[in-house]
Nanobody
Framework: QVQLVESGGGSVQAGGSLRLSCVAS????????MGWFRQAPGKEREGVAA????????NYADSVKGQFTISRDNAKNTVYLQMNSLKPEDTAVYYC?????????????????WGQGTQVTVSS
């Protein structure tokens, strides 16, 4: 049974930074990517970034390229999302998810495993 637990959310002012963490357990399929998603109030859940098992390849939504960085430490079973220069429009609940091979669709229903989410609030 795969379990994902996010942490690191909080409230920051615009221009600030946060680093989210996602600890995975019971996760052994090395073909799967790990993805970060976010969902703002009244909006659909959207993919933000994804990383391969090895960490050698990453992919980002256009809206966060150059602003967010995804990384992982497999020794700690942890994936990170470093978020810099945060804007009010980055306010959302952020989720990590897995269950799709790297390079596959970011369509959220395809991801079979989700964390509980962590709130990020950016004030102007």
């Amino acid at each position: 049974q795969v379990q994902l637990v996010e942490s690191g959310g909080g409230s920051v002012q615009a221009g600030g930074s946060l680093r989210l963490s996602c600890v995975a357990s019971g996760y052994t399929d090395r073909s799967y990517c790990m993805g970060w998603f976010r969902q703002a109030p009244g909006k659909e859940r959207e993919g933000v970034a994804a990383i391969s098992w090895s960490g050698d390849t990453t992919n980002y939504a256009d809206s966060v390229k150059g602003q967010f960085t995804i990384s992982r430490d497999n020794a700690k079973n942890t994936v990170y999302l470093q978020m810099n220069s945060l804007k009010p429009e980055d306010t959302a609940v952020y989720y990590c998810a897995t269950g799709v091979p790297y390079g596959g669709s970011w369509y959220p229903p395809y991801f079979g495993y989700w964390g509980q989410g962590t709130q990020v609030t950016v004030s102007s």
